[in-house]
């Protein structure tokens, strides 16, 4: 069965400063990945994904993932942090090629400090 | 353009009611998904459902939960009889079509059993 790992239940850093939040993934199958985020008192929303073809993945705001099949990892980042990006950041892995099952990690928490 | 619309956003029940939670997908939305995050722990998946069709209730406990999309009106996540460990946020989510890798989340219903 398929299930993820964030490591860093909270990541602080400065504003301007690189955004790095970790996620490796288990998966018995070709993975599907996703990256969703949830500002306060907002639904989660789909950040970028990896399905298939090129392995480093640009979504919406600056971030960006790399799949590394050797790494078993998903990495998400950002290469300078703003204030509006302090957020709880989810990675998942599909079950199904529908996408409707995805497994979630625990999330992790973005501080972003002046 | 309203997002996925959940009510109650909170939810206080003693052991042994019921609780009904509601989501009203997106506009043009026919496909719903409930999600269940427990304490400490990432989203899980719960249920698919149609209009009118349960498509995959793989993640849903068998006894005293139940989930229903009638032709009109919203998706209703039933739990009977509740006990403290049915604590805990449920999300909604809604997609136009399957296998997009796209869902688009709620705020989640947060529910807690005295």
């Known amino acids: 069965a398929q299930s993820v790992t964030q490591l860093g239940s909270h990541v602080s850093v400065s504003e301007g400063a690189l955004v790095l939040l970790r996620c490796n993934y288990s998966?018995?199958?070709?993975?599907?990945l996703f990256w969703y985020v949830q500002y306060p008192n907002q639904g989660l929303q789909l950040l970028l994904k990896y399905t298939t073809g090129a392995t480093l993945v640009k979504g919406i705001n600056g971030f960006e993932a790399e799949f590394k099949k050797s790494e078993t990892s998903f990495h998400l980042t950002k290469p300078s942090a703003h204030m509006s990006d302090a957020a709880e950041y989810f990675c998942a892995v599909s079950e199904n090629t529908g996408f409707q099952k995805l497994v979630f990690g625990t999330g992790t928490r973005l501080l972003v400090s002046p | 353009n309203a997002g996925v619309m959940q009510n109650p956003r909170h939810l206080v029940r003693r052991r042994g009611q019921e609780a009904r939670l509601r989501c009203s997908p997106m506009k043009g939305h026919s496909h719903v998904y409930w999600y269940r995050q427990l304490p400490e722990e990432g989203l899980k998946f719960m249920v698919y459902l149609q209009k009118e069709n349960i498509i995959d209730e793989s993640g849903m406990p068998k006894e005293r939960f139940s989930a229903e999309f009638p032709k009109e009106g919203p998706s209703i996540l039933r739990i009977q009889q509740v006990v403290r460990g049915d604590s805990a946020a449920y999300f909604c989510?809604?997609?136009?079509?399957?296998?997009?890798?796209?869902?688009?989340f709620g705020e989640g219903s947060r529910l807690t059993v005295l």
């Open positions: 998966s018995s199958v070709p993975p599907y």
């Open positions: 989510a809604s997609s136009p079509q399957p296998n997009t890798g796209e869902l688009f």
